[in-house]
């Protein structure tokens, strides 16, 4: 496998992890998901293979009234989510979202050209937000060689060390601790695990980079 053959499953695997942070649905299931992660990670990591696996036979085995009880007091409360899915929430000792480190990343996605959608209803710096700037960034690495692209919105390679150096990679190791401390469903516990393996992964090439 090329470099950039290398690049493009691991794009397509951050965009199916992003995928996967957001409210369970049937869909995860019915729309080969799982499957897609998993043909994504053997082109670059087969142990990865084999948690995407175990992530889909989680979501089969969790009642889907369970997941949605348990994303709901992982990540958003009511009382006080247990593992909230904010970069702001775990870089700072002072809780609380929207501080320094959410307009810093906000700053981030517009050198690479990345617009949060309009019906994008969580922070900048939600989980789901932070891989799937991740994956524009591997996509371009991998399909723009060659060509003026890169120039138009800030070198992907550069933005993606920034990433990792400053957000997702100093934040993602304790956010997806407190998922596995506090998951009730086998499903968000595989999440977690995927998670930090695959943002550990990425932040050891960025800092080789």
């Known amino acids: 496998m090329t470099e950039d053959d290398n690049g493009a499953a691991r794009a397509d695997f951050c965009r199916f992890l992003a995928a996967a942070h957001y409210e369970p649905d049937a869909a995860f299931a019915e ?39 348990d994303y709901t007091r992982l990540f958003l409360g009511p009382l006080g989510a247990l593992a909230r899915p904010y970069g702001s929430v775990w870089m700072t000792s002072e809780p609380g979202v929207m501080r320094d480190s959410t307009m810093d990343v906000l700053k981030l996605y517009e050198e690479g050209g990345f617009e949060i959608a309009e019906d994008f209803r969580e922070l900048p710096d939600h989980i789901a937000a932070e891989l799937e700037f991740l994956y524009l960034l591997l996509f371009r690495e991998s399909h723009d060689q060659g060509s003026d692209a890169a120039g138009e919105t800030g070198d992907p390679a550069a933005l993606r060390k920034r990433l990792m150096d400053e957000h997702l990679g100093r934040w993602a190791g304790p956010f997806t601790e407190a998922v596995r401390a506090h998951a009730q469903c086998a499903f968000y516990r595989e999440l977690a695990e995927m998670t930090a393996r695959f943002v550990a992964m990425e932040a050891r090439r960025a800092a080789g980079a």
């Open 31 to 69: 729309e080969g998901l799982f499957e897609s992660m998993a043909r994504a990670a053997v082109r670059f990591d087969p142990a990865l293979e084999a948690v995407a696996r175990r992530l889909g036979e989680a979501f089969a085995a969790d009642r889907p009234e369970d997941l949605l009880v």
